[in-house]
């Protein structure tokens, strides 16, 4: 589990291996000395298992089903990713939840520099608007952001300096890739409102008529 607060912004070492699946190196800087053989790290928001450690180097396994899904697959040698460790009990939640798990991609649309924030527009599938709300969280390279608009196929959001300058987003622009996480608790309530079955086999018109 993740927040959405990116703490280091690492540099792609090398890309190992092809086609099914790779290996991705990576120089996590300072954040390497707080990652463990095993631990979860949110990478571009997808969560991947650390396998090596070598100084700041830090190795990651990626399936051919995450290289398919995220933008992954694309990343080379000298690229940015965004970082992440996975959340402690007892940490803040600066962000949202996040849990590492890419509902698709998204293309820029849009990046536009105004006075005291950036605007952001990324074109998606009308199958993630569908989890979003006005306002609510979505997480955007693993960034948490907040809906300023929303549109059948595509959506907005309001960048402060800080966040720009702190994560990919300062080198990105039109027409680039993104992975994209809609907030989970969307997903549960779409799930429970199309009439999906609890556990123990039970409707939503049964828990209604339960008092439920």
Known sequence: MFTGIIQQVGRVLAVRGGGQARVLSIDAGPLARHVGIGDSVCIDGVCLTATALDGSRVDFDVSAETLRLTTLGTLKPGDGVNMEPALQVGD??????????????????????????VRLEVEVPETLTDL????????????SLTIAALRPCAFEVSIIPHTLAATT??????????????????RWVKKLLR??????????????????
């Open 169 to 186: 987003l300062e080198h990105k622009g039109a027409g680039d890739r993104v992975n994209i996480e809609c907030d989970m608790v969307g």
């Open 92 to 117: 803040r939640l600066g962000g949202h939840f996040v849990s590492g798990h890419a509902d698709g991609t998204g293309v820029i649309r849009r990046l536009e520099r105004l006075p005291g924030e």
């Open 195 to 212: 009439g999906a079955e609890p556990a123990g086999g039970m409707s939503i018109g049964d828990l209604q008529e339960q008092g439920f």
């Open 132 to 143: 979003m709300i006005l306002k609510g969280s979505v997480a955007v390279d693993g960034i």
